[in-house]
């Protein structure tokens, strides 16, 4: 459903804050589409790709903020966003007056309304935006977003959402739906791919075809987008971080508190955690979340194709 009744101001700067494999390739769409974009990241060779293309970077994220219209924020986790926004250095202040904040971290829905309560007070506005897709549909501008915001928020932010994503859903007026509803998306996400990486491992453990074992399941109705996408990596042996083991660890683990509240019961989800919690133990929480399927050949005594030399293991 559309909130359209909101006219749209005109675009002035839009600031992107965390420049690493998802807000690079949201820079870089929301540059292609014409808009003023400066970034900013606290590691310095994050910055330096985007300004390789050209791209305009401040040395603080305050200084990315100031005056902008719309700010991605593209962290990690909601204690990032707060400290963004709120923190010694928050920029909160420093947005245009009418700006509007794009919260695209996966948090709990319940510190999604506590930030943008927070923030609305001050006259500008919140939109709690998680996304999904990963950072080739992010390079591609491609992003699917799940948001939830007022109207008036909605509408300044459409540039860059237009720029961003092939799809935005509207999810209602209210900050926390977003969020929400990612929540649903990333407990189904992880018990997928711990599925996929449990059926590899299996397959390994039998003496299969790999190769043919992806070619016979991704033509059944045992197959999944988790399986399609994530065990080429297995058969590859390469588990460079496209989508890093600890982001389902926090993830996971929100899943977890939110049933936990609701009274709830999540058994698999619970399950597939601790099968995350064992990977990240074991020193693989930065590399890719395939990485599961090493976990259980390490159990089994599976044999796994040869890993490719992990530049990013914890």
């Known amino acids: ?34 808009l003023d974009v400066v970034g900013f990241d606290p590691a310095p060779a994050a910055a330096e790709a985007f300004a390789a293309d050209g791209g305009a970077t401040e040395a603080s994220a305050r200084e990315a903020a100031a005056g902008a219209s719309i700010v991605l924020c593209v962290v990690v986790n909601a204690a990032q966003t707060e400290a963004l926004l709120f923190g010694p250095d928050g920029i909160a202040e420093a947005m245009a007056p009418d700006a509007v904040f794009v919260s695209c971290a996966t ?23 998680p996304m999904s897709g990963g950072p080739v549909r992010a390079a591609e501008g491609a992003l699917t977003v799940m948001a939830s915001g007022s109207p008036a928020a909605f509408a300044r932010a459409r540039p860059a959402l237009d720029a961003i994503a092939a799809k935005v859903y509207e999810l209602g ?8 509803f990612k929540m649903i998306n990333q407990l189904l996400a992880g018990v997928h791919i711990a599925a996929a990486c449990e059926a590899i491992a299996f397959a390994a453990r039998q003496n299969l075809d790999l190769a043919r074992v992806y070619e016979v399941i991704t033509a059944s109705a045992g197959n999944s987008w988790m399986f399609e996408n994530r065990v080429p990596h297995v058969i590859e042996g390469d588990y460079a971080p496209k989508s890093a083991v600890e982001i389902f660890v926090k993830d996971l683990g929100i899943v977890q508190d939110m049933a936990r509240s609701a009274r709830f019961p999540v058994p698999l989800s619970a399950a597939a955690l601790q099968m995350f919690l064992a990977a990240s133990g074991a020193g693989m929480g930065r590399d890719d979340d395939a990485s599961l399927a090493r976990v259980y050949a390490n159990l089994s005594g599976a044999t796994l194709p040869p890993s490719k030399p992990a530049k990013s293991s914890a």
Request: glycine content about 14%; cysteine-free.
């Open 1 to 34: 459903m559309q909130s359209a009744q909101t006219s749209a101001p005109s675009v002035g700067r839009v600031a992107v804050l965390g420049l690493g494999s998802m807000g690079l390739g949201m820079a870089r769409s929301a540059s292609r589409a014409g």
């Open 107 to 129: 948090m709990d829905p319940e510190i999604a309304r506590r930030l943008a309560a927070r923030l609305e007070a001050s006259g500008r506005h919140y939109l709690d935006a």
């Open 173 to 180: 007026e209210a900050a926390g739906q977003g969020a929400a």
